[in-house]
């Protein structure tokens, strides 16, 4: 199965901040590569597709780049309600498989 | 709107079976495929299984093949999970999600609000 490396596992960023996450794939996958939000007690919301897609009703300052292995996930400009976990999701074949998560909290 | 309503989850003692079940409306839910996801408490996402949409094509996470089987009802708009041999790591909220595209893409725009699986003695 291909494993999905998140880093780092948490940061402290402030409002305003350009955040930036990386995924990386054991393997190349494309471009194959989606990336979730989860706030504390709700459920995931997907944020990018095809690895650097956006999603309907997402906010523009979330991007997403790379593909082959790499990829990044980047709120350009971090907003009160962006404090959250952030996962990568594969699907370049079965099993599909989820990044460990990335929490983003408040300095 | 797309709703995704699981139901079934509980306390079980390992080895014992469970089914779950999420009744979709809000959309065609033949033209898509379906999965299941789940979170244990505390820790991150993991994919569980999956189903096309005509129902022939299924797919396992390593760690539950061989003892959990998808299933879906099109005629009812329900998907399935049976969790046959649990395990105390199978404890988790399991989640019913929808495949974003017609035809398999297999990222996911649509999430159940989870029901809990408590494995233990």
């Known amino acids: 199965a291909i494993q999905l490396t998140q880093s780092p596992s948490s940061l402290s960023a402030s409002v305003g901040d350009r955040v930036t996450i990386t995924c990386r794939a054991s393997q190349g996958i494309s471009s194959a590569l989606a990336w979730y939000q989860q706030k504390p007690g709700k459920t995931p919301k997907l944020l990018i597709y095809?690895?650097?897609s956006l999603e309907s009703g997402v906010p523009s300052r979330f991007s997403g780049s790379g593909s082959g292995t790499d990829f990044t996930l980047t709120i350009s400009s971090l907003q009160p309600e962006d404090f959250a976990t952030y996962y990568c999701?594969?699907?370049?074949?079965?099993?599909?498989?989820f990044g460990g998560g990335t929490k983003v909290g408040i300095k | 709107q797309v709703q995704l309503v699981e139901s079934g989850g509980g306390v079980v003692q390992p080895g014992r079976s469970l089914r779950l079940s999420c009744a979709a409306s809000?959309?065609?839910?033949?033209?898509?495929?379906m999965h299941w996801v789940r979170q244990a408490p505390g820790k991150g996402l993991e994919w569980v299984a999956g189903i096309w949409s005509g129902g022939n094509n299924k797919f396992y996470a390593d760690s539950v093949k061989g003892r959990f089987t998808i299933s879906r009802d099109n005629s009812k708009n329900t998907v399935y999970l049976q969790l046959n041999g649990l395990r105390a790591e199978d404890t988790a909220v399991y989640y019913c999600?929808?495949?974003?595209?017609?035809?398999?893409?297999?990222?996911?725009?649509?999430w159940g609000q989870g029901t809990l699986v408590t494995v233990s003695s």
């Open positions: 999701q594969h699907f370049n074949n079965y099993p599909l498989t």
């Open positions: 809000g959309f065609t839910f033949s033209s898509y495929a």
């Open positions: 095809d690895a650097s």
């Open positions: 999600t929808r495949d974003a595209r017609v035809g398999p893409g297999v990222y996911f725009d649509y």
